[in-house]
């Protein structure tokens, strides 16, 4: 019998208790702000004996992500979590774990990178690793951070997928906050997460296999990437039959996108992350007062959900994305470059405009998302034509 | 041997192991990497003393030898780096450019 004890946590202490009752055999990880109460939470842990893993410390990003690789071609569940110049510095391991189909879930406190040096939210490192082959869930609350990493290994180690998966949520605002959420019992969460049966173990003695072969000039490089493709593409039925899997069990709803007022919007923001809850505090206000908004919040980022949106996004008269990242020389953010795309199958045109926001953890304040709704009612309205890219709140 | 990737060329993408595993093991025999060499050694069976410094410093096993005595080469993996030639105490290896006309062993 499943069993919810609600509590009063930091989203990093509910990563760090989800990580515990996947029981990874491996965890090798460095410290990094804002990530680093997880890690040292699962130091604790794997300390007084509550966990049963394999805890490296290792020298360095670097070496966190190929340890990771190695315990995961070695047979081993493993787990690591980082953020910012962590997650930048792993670049190349990224692509080493997603192209050998580890199933390594890591954990990702979205953070600015330098320069100027910066500690606080934004998207910009994950953006970063977002064309690496991984699997990228983004948590707007603890609550969801927590749900996201429990289901990150059922989606990982899925045999129609085997794809490291990224399970991230922003930076102080969602990691450090104390927020109101609901824990899993042990055995509920042990159940659902299963044990995990590699197929090309490095320790299987028995059936010996090479891991890290050479496919170069000639050989079969184009075709693995092909079929990394294929997995990835699988993925999404894997992402939504686990999300219904786990919502049967929560009683919570984790699609690949979370829709609210879209049944009769005019105007909708579409956004990732914590400032979720801050847009739909606005459109809450604006629905009062009467005026049909909706807002759409992608929680799969890769693989993205096109249909998804276009679905949400249809018959709507003006759409604003918020990013928070940059993709500087590009017509947009990352998610205003996906967003665009998958609107273009649709029979009409719909105005989309880009606002760039909270770089560095700079305020979402209620009065900027309050202006991007009234930009939205002009352009909808035909009063104003859609703008370029808008910096929400720069001086 | 279990690992049949005689028709290597012919799979599709989704027909390769996952991950570029290779599900098996003792099979580089099977991988031809001779294929970059520029130049092949040449042996004179006349001058050659059987003293198997040659396979003994070969860096990638390709001389082969039967009853204790050097037979040739295997072309399918020789690099054609010349250390043979050039540890070979009796001279009776040359390196020979490949894609000339090779001389004839006396």
Not at chain 1, 369 to 378: K, N, W, Y
Not at chain 2, 70 to 99: R, S, W, Y
Request: a negative charge; proline letters at 5%.
């Amino acid at each position: 019998m499943p069993t919810q004890k609600t509590l009063a946590v930091t989203g990093n202490t509910l990563v760090a208790e989800a990580i515990r009752q996947c029981s990874p055999d491996v965890i090798p990880a460095y410290p990094i702000t804002p990530q680093t109460t997880v890690v040292e939470e699962l130091a604790k842990f794997v300390a007084n004996g509550r966990m049963h893993a394999e805890y490296v410390n290792v020298e360095s990003e670097h070496s966190a992500m190929s340890a990771a690789v190695g315990a995961s071609a070695a047979g081993a569940r493993v787990a690591t979590a980082t953020s910012s110049q962590g997650l930048a510095l792993m670049w190349e391991e990224l692509h080493i774990a997603a192209g050998l189909r580890l199933p390594i879930v890591m954990f990702n406190a979205n953070r600015a990178l330098a320069a100027p040096i910066n500690i606080h939210c934004d998207h910009s490192d994950v953006m970063g690793a977002r064309d690496t082959g991984w699997i990228i869930l983004f948590a707007e609350t603890a609550q969801e951070a927590y749900d996201n990493t429990i289901m990150s290994f059922r989606i990982a180690e899925h045999p129609e997928v085997l794809l490291p998966v990224m399970t991230t949520a922003d930076g102080f605002i969602t990691t450090h906050s104390i927020d109101r959420a609901q824990i899993m019992d042990d055995e509920t969460v042990a159940a659902f997460v299963g044990d995990y049966e590699p197929e090309n173990a490095l320790l299987d003695f028995g059936k010996p296999v090479t891991h890290g072969s050479f496919a170069g000039l000639g050989g079969p490089y184009f075709e693995f990437k092909n079929s990394q493709r294929m997995a990835i593409e699988r993925a999404r039925d894997v992402v939504k039959s686990v999300g219904a899997e786990w919502s049967a069990i929560t009683g919570r709803p984790f699609g690949m996108v979370e829709t609210w007022g879209m049944e009769d919007a005019e105007t909708a923001i579409v956004v990732i992350g914590s400032t979720a809850g801050n847009a739909r505090h606005v459109a809450r206000g604006l629905r009062a007062e009467g005026k049909k908004v909706g807002v759409v919040k992608v929680r799969c980022f890769r693989p993205f959900p096109y249909a998804e949106l276009a679905a949400a996004l249809k018959g709507v008269k003006a759409v604003a994305v918020m990013d928070r990242s940059e993709s500087f020389g590009a017509e947009g953010g990352p998610l205003f470059l996906e967003v665009r795309s998958a609107l273009y199958d649709l029979d009409e045109r719909i105005p989309v405009v880009d606002y760039i926001y909270g770089l560095g953890g700079a305020d979402v304040k209620i009065e900027l998302i309050d202006r991007v709704f009234a930009d939205l009612s002009d352009i909808a309205s035909g009063t104003a034509a859609p703008s370029g890219l808008v910096y929400l709140g720069a001086r | 041997m279990t690992w049949d990737i005689s028709k290597i060329d012919e799979w599709k993408s989704d027909e390769f192991p996952r991950g570029a595993v290779i599900p098996d093991s003792g099979n580089s025999r099977d991988y031809v990497t001779g294929g970059w060499r520029s130049q092949r050694p040449v042996r004179d069976d006349a001058k050659c003393t059987q003293c198997l410094f040659c396979w003994i410093y070969c860096p990638d096993s390709s001389v082969n030898v039967a009853d204790e005595k050097v037979t040739d080469f295997n072309l399918n993996h020789c690099k054609g780096c010349g250390v043979c030639a050039q540890v070979c105490p009796a001279d009776a290896i040359t390196m020979v450019p490949e894609g000339c006309e090779l001389p004839e062993v006396k």
